[in-house]
Each structure stands twice: as structure tokens, then as C-alpha cells.
T-cell receptor, first 112, second 109 residues
């Protein structure tokens, strides 16, 4: 089954403790992206990747890191999480940058 | 950067009614997509429609790129249509996506 898989689905953690949210897709898609969703603000793009080793900033990249060492994986790294990064995070992928995006089921992060 | 506005922000319909959701954008785009976020939070791609008209069952969408707007039509609405509808665009020459703030739809039985 074609899918985008995020882990974990839920996480409660504390300020400053490094964490990684994994994202994996099985559709051989070139384009992958991370978004955060906050009430009243819709979805905002954090980072995106056009292909392996090619990443670029979205609208809200501060406090996040990404890497794309393999085509199928695109982890989101919070080196020193802060409470303002409490949010619902989505990973998405598409065949190319201007193709329909497929979303994972989301990761709800709470940073205390 | 490009601005995306959706209207109306909220919509309540009786089952069976029709509705039109609008997405305005402030610059030329190479990509426009409509998504439905269901009450469980899942985001489903409805249409990839940078220009022209597409139909999928009771849903159809039209994008008039030269006038910088897109419309999503829902006919004979059902309670399962409830949720939030987002449009997302990327500006010509980039692959960065900007989402509108959505239209929250509630369909009453």
C-alpha cells in the first residue's frame, strides 16, 4: 500500500531534549516536505527536499533541521526543542515538486 | 511572498445542499492543490489543478490562473464532507508551498 509513515504519532517531552520525527515513503517520490499546523494559522512549510541531498527552507525553518540521505526518508530534527514548537506536524511527499502531495497521518508534539 | 486567502472561513450546510469555496492568490503559481482535512486530522488530496477544470464525483474544481483564483464546488453535500478544506499554492519558479487558512465546513444531517 502506498503510504507516508510518520513516527512517533504522539510525543510529550521537555525543553532542550533533542528529538527526531521520522518520515518514510514507499512511492519512490523525489519531493518530500515537512509542515506544522497551528490553530488559526493553517499549515506552514518548514523544510522541503527536491531529491537526495537537496533541501531548502520553507516559511518557518527556525529551530529545525532536516536531512535527506536516502530517497525514502526525510527526518525532522529538533536539536533543542522549545514550547513554541508544540504543534501538529505533517510529512508529505510527491513524485515531483509540482505534483499532488500525499500526507502522513501527523505527529502531535507537546514540549513542556 | 505570495498570499493565499480562502473564503468563507466557516460554512454550515444542510445535507444535500451545494456549496462553493474560494481560494484567491496574489501572484502567478505553478501549482495549486485542494485538500480535505477530515475530523480525524487526516489530509487528503482532492485536486491538483494549476489551471482548468476537473471533476471527481460530487466534487469539482476550477482554477482561473490569469485572474488568480480557484473554486471548489461540493454538490449534494453529505455529513462525511465535514472538515476543513485547504488550498495550497507554489509560486512560479519555486517549490515552496503556501497554504490558505482553510474553510471549515459542517454538514448537518
Amino acid at each position: 500500500e502506498a503510504q507516508v509513515t510518520q513516527n512517533p504519532r504522539y510525543l510529550i517531552t521537555v525543553t532542550g531534549k533533542k528529538l527526531t520525527v521520522t518520515c518514510s515513503q514507499n512511492m519512490n517520490h523525489e519531493y518530500m516536505s515537512w509542515y506544522r499546523q497551528d490553530p488559526g494559522l493553517g499549515l506552514r512549510q518548514i523544510y522541503y527536499s527536491m531529491n537526495v541531498e537537496v533541501t531548502d527552507k520553507g516559511d518557518v525553518p527556525e529551530g529545525y533541521k532536516v536531512s535527506r540521505k536516502e530517497k525514502r526518508n526525510f527526518p525532522l530534527i529538533l536539536e533543542s526543542p522549545s514550547p513554541n514548537q508544540t504543534s501538529l506536524y505533517f510529512c508529505a511527499s510527491s513524485l515531483k515538486g509540482v505534483q499532488p502531495q500525499h500526507f502522513g497521518d501527523g505527529t502531535r508534539l507537546s514540549i513542556l | 511572498g505570495i498570499q493565499v486567502e480562502q473564503s468563507p472561513p466557516d460554512l454550515i450546510l444542510q445535507e444535500g445542499a451545494n456549496s462553493t469555496l474560494r481560494c484567491n492568490f496574489s501572484d502567478s503559481v505553478n501549482n495549486l492543490q485542494w485538500f480535505h482535512q477530515n475530523p480525524w486530522g487526516q489530509l487528503i488530496n482532492l485536486f491538483y489543478i494549476p489551471s482548468g477544470t476537473k471533476q471527481n464525483g460530487r466534487l469539482s474544481a476550477t482554477t482561473v490562473a490569469t485572474e488568480r483564483y480557484s473554486l471548489l464546488y461540493i454538490s449534494s453535500s453529505q455529513t462525511t464532507d465535514s472538515g476543513v478544506y485547504f488550498c495550497a499554492v507554489s509560486s512560479s519558479g519555486t517549490y515552496k508551498y503556501i497554504f490558505g487558512t482553510g474553510t471549515r465546513l459542517k454538514v448537518l444531517a
